[in-house]
């Protein structure tokens, strides 16, 4: 069936690194647009970066841009968030998710909660 | 980019009918008919609901039904039953080429 996998959270300290993973299975992964998500804790959603199928259209947030570089590798069916400069508001569950402005958001990863503390 | 503007609740009783909001702008809810709903249980990652304003996956119950009025869309859960008790947010594409969630809506079964 269709699902994502994500990987990679973790405690850091303020200014440190972490890479994200989210592995695909069960769709032609390099059809779709595939976005990361967080969720601080008790808090909304809040859409962070998205990337073309071909990885040729990428965008982020105004809160990450500059920090995060979103990437894929579609011959492994892999999506990646590299996070570099992290801050203590960083710290939420991370979700990816295979969205598109004219098919939504399905599915959804289980999360990977990512820490930024000292 | 802001947040869409969402009622932060809602209550029902089972079998009533119930509306959520989500007001946006005329660079996003208004400008597109990409709006979508996600219900969140506790602990779990959201299930979208509807898509392009009123369209729903396979598998979605009809219970769910989703409209758009200038920069404000809506949800509707009819035949409101006790595993509807989520969490409820919309999410719509900008102009800027970004996406953009609302501020959640808890929905309480009475």
């Known amino acids: 069936q269709v699902q994502l996998v994500e990987s990679g959270g973790g405690l850091v300290k303020p200014g440190g690194s972490l890479r994200l993973s989210c592995a695909a299975s069960?769709?032609?992964?390099?059809?779709?647009?595939m976005s990361w998500i967080r969720q601080a804790p008790g808090k909304g959603l809040e859409w962070v970066s998205y990337i073309s199928g071909s990885g040729s259209i990428i965008y982020y947030s105004d809160s990450v841009k500059g920090r995060f570089t979103i990437s894929r590798d579609n011959a492994r069916e892999s999506l990646y968030l590299q996070m570099n400069s992290l801050r203590a508001e960083d710290t939420a569950v991370y979700y990816c998710?295979?969205?598109?402005?004219?098919?939504?958001?399905?599915?959804w990863g289980q999360g990977t909660l990512v820490t930024v503390s000292s | 980019q802001s947040a869409l503007t969402q009622p932060a609740s809602v209550s029902g009783s089972p079998g009533q009918s119930i509306t959520i909001s989500c007001t946006g702008t005329s660079s996003d809810v208004g400008a597109y008919n990409y709006v979508s709903w996600y219900q969140q249980h506790p602990g779990k990652a959201p299930k979208l609901l509807v898509y392009?304003?009123?369209s729903r996956p396979s598998g979605v119950s009809n219970r769910f039904s989703g409209s758009k009025s200038g920069n404000t869309a809506s949800l509707t859960v009819s035949g409101l039953q006790a595993e509807d008790e989520a969490d409820y947010y919309c999410s719509s594409y900008t102009g800027s080429s970004t996406y953009v969630f609302g501020t959640g809506t808890k929905v309480t079964v009475l």
């Open positions: 069960g769709f032609t992964f390099s059809d779709y647009y």
């Open positions: 998710a295979r969205l598109g402005a004219n098919y939504g958001g399905e599915p």
């Open positions: 392009d304003v009123r």
